[in-house]
């Protein structure tokens, strides 16, 4: 297997994390937070003593990371609504290592402590620490697949990215390469993106590839940066400035900084959709400006049709809205999704993330075992001091502290459930 691949550009990470970053500068720049690192799987899936320790090295090295005038140069022309202010503030950021605290919890009876959990603290201003989310997951992933599972090869990944990016596009599925964050490695995100570029060029069909969420890919094979907006933007203006109206504020601070110069598609699941929709349906304009919604938990078959729903009750022509479906989407999901929404009428599109990135099989299983990508999260933990919570459509997905939880739970009407 081969060694663990440090990040080589301050790019290398989600788009959607410069976006938040330059509305954090604007609206929130002395706000401090905390991210806490969350292991899904645990506790049937231990990390080595050495993936800990690879993992404390690599975070050492994001200190050399840095905009370079050529990247500058290009997101100053691909992405207009980056302000002078903000890439001025980009191109002198640097990572302070200093704000991440890896810790390493052996398990005494699993190979004499050998094994454990990895617990991850990053803690600082809120427009630094914004970028230590997706290249710390990435890392921890790339980390985990070269030193505690090495099971696996790269053989066939570029024909099978390809075939899948086919599939799609002569479904007519529009459809974004969103897998940074639980990439099996950044070599092979690049051989998906490559497979998926000359698919897209290949392929005479209805479909479009249209984008990929790592900016510096997208820089590197010619392709749009894309987006939407995370949970983290809703979280932290919850906690800080209360949850009564967080769902408005959010998406008034949004529009503050990007207005009309990108596309705005609302995250609804922050704190529940059901909560989210309650708070939509009071703004009538604003559901008008917002060219649609994201779905990222819970049922994605009941998502479309509650939508045109409460459209509808708007007076919305809902058809000229968009849905993109983000939640562990794969091809028979994206089939049958295109599906439904065609028929009630909306536009659609996918941000597929693991099923691209990190598909693979067990070497040793002559493909009849899949080696499982890791299930893990790091989420924004607390800002200004108080707690953040996530309440997902899926229960499994929730985080943070339960009291909060259920505050804002009694806030919304939400039913009090785990």
């Known amino acids: 297997m081969t060694s663990l691949a440090l990040p080589s550009s301050v790019l290398d990470t989600d788009f959607y994390k410069l976006t938040m970053q330059q509305a954090v500068l604007q609206h929130f720049p002395s706000c401090q937070v905390s991210y806490r690192f969350m292991n899904r799987d645990r506790p049937n899936v231990l990390f080595s003593r050495a993936c800990y320790e690879s993992l404390a090295s690599a975070v050492s090295h994001f200190r050399n990371l840095h905009l370079t005038p050529v990247e500058r140069t290009w997101l100053a022309q691909t992405c207009p609504f980056f302000t002078r202010q903000y890439l001025d503030y980009l191109e002198q950021y640097r990572f302070k290592p200093e704000q991440v605290d890896i810790k390493f919890i052996p398990v005494e009876d699993s190979d004499q402590g050998q094994k454990g959990h990895i617990e991850i603290i990053a803690t600082g201003l809120w427009v630094e620490t914004i970028l230590w989310e997706t290249p710390l997951m990435a890392c921890l992933s790339e980390t985990y697949f070269t030193t505690d599972d090495c099971d696996w090869s790269y053989d066939g990944q570029e024909e099978l990215?390809?075939?899948?990016?086919?599939?799609?596009?002569?479904?007519?599925?529009?459809?974004?390469?969103?897998?940074?964050?639980?990439?099996?490695?950044?070599?092979?995100?690049?051989?998906?993106?490559?497979?998926?570029?000359?698919?897209?060029?290949?392929?005479?069909?209805?479909?479009?590839?249209?984008?990929?969420?790592?900016?510096?890919?997208?820089?590197?094979?010619?392709?749009?940066?894309?987006?939407?907006?995370?949970?983290?933007?809703?979280?932290?203006?919850?906690?800080?400035?209360?949850?009564?109206?967080?769902?408005?504020?959010?998406?008034?601070?949004?529009?503050?900084?990007?207005?009309?110069?990108?596309?705005?598609?609302?995250?609804?699941?922050?704190?529940?959709?059901?909560?989210?929709?309650?708070?939509?349906?009071?703004?009538?304009?604003?559901a008008r400006r917002w060219d649609g919604l994201r779905q990222d938990s819970g049922d994605p078959f009941a998502y479309a049709p509650q939508a045109r729903e409460v459209y509808e009750a708007l007076g919305i022509d809902h058809t000229q809205k968009t849905i993109i479906y983000s939640d562990n989407i794969n091809i028979d999901k994206a089939l049958a999704l295109k599906k439904l929404t065609d028929e009630i009428g909306f536009k659609c599109s996918f941000g597929i993330g693991t099923f691209l990135t990190n598909d693979f099989e067990k070497a040793s299983s002559n493909g009849k075992e899949k080696s499982k990508a890791l299930n893990i999260v790091i989420k924004l933990a607390s800002a200004e001091g108080k707690p953040c919570v996530k309440i997902s459509d899926e229960s499994s997905k929730n985080t943070g502290d339960p009291a909060t939880a259920t505050h804002v739970k009694q806030l919304f009407g939400l039913k009090l459930k785990a």
């Open 161 to 286: 990215a390809f075939n899948k990016g086919r599939t799609l596009l002569e479904a007519g599925c529009d459809f974004n390469e969103f897998g940074t964050r639980r990439r099996r490695s950044y070599k092979n995100q690049e051989i998906v993106v490559k497979a998926l570029v000359k698919a897209s060029r290949d392929t005479q069909a209805p479909g479009t590839l249209l984008g990929t969420s790592n900016v510096h890919l997208a820089r590197l094979h010619n392709i749009r940066p894309v987006g939407t907006v995370a949970h983290e933007w809703y979280m932290g203006i919850g906690a800080i400035k209360g949850y009564k109206n967080v769902h408005d504020l959010a998406l008034e601070l949004w529009e503050q900084v990007y207005d009309r110069k990108m596309i705005l598609l609302s995250l609804t699941d922050t704190f529940s959709t059901e909560a989210f929709y309650k708070t939509f349906v009071n703004s009538p304009q604003r």
